[in-house]
């Protein structure tokens, strides 16, 4: 089982900025894909992000240019600096980890851009 905790949601001006991160506990092997998605509401989740062990990165073109993940392999950890958020930002972010057929999730964490 794997276990995710994210942290760093908040409330933020347009234009600002926020860093998500999240701890993953458990069994993970080195082929784990790490990942954020959002939920905004009346919406369907949609990817943002993803980074695969070796640093390959993937992003939604809605977020590419503000958006950075990273990943730190020796502590099973994912990072996303948001930069320039605008109000179309705002949703519930969570934290995925894709491992062979599974996928877990975190709580989720509320991310709102508003003046």
């Known amino acids: 089982q794997v276990q995710l905790v994210e942290s760093g949601g908040g409330l933020v001006q347009p234009g600002g900025s926020l860093r998500l991160s999240c701890a993953a506990s458990g069994t993970i092997f080195s082929f784990a894909v790490m990942g954020w998605y959002r939920q905004a509401p009346g919406k369907q989740r949609e990817l943002v992000a993803t980074?695969?062990?070796?640093?390959?990165?993937n992003y939604a073109d809605s977020v590419k240019g503000r958006f950075t993940i990273s990943r730190d392999n020796g502590k099973n950890t994912v990072k996303l600096q948001m930069n320039t958020l605008k109000p179309e930002d705002t949703a519930v972010y969570y934290c995925?980890?894709?491992?062979?057929?599974?996928?877990?999730w975190g709580q989720g964490t509320q991310v709102t851009v508003s003046s």
């Open positions: 980074i695969r062990n070796g640093g390959t990165t």
């Open positions: 995925n980890l894709a491992q062979g057929l599974r996928a877990y």
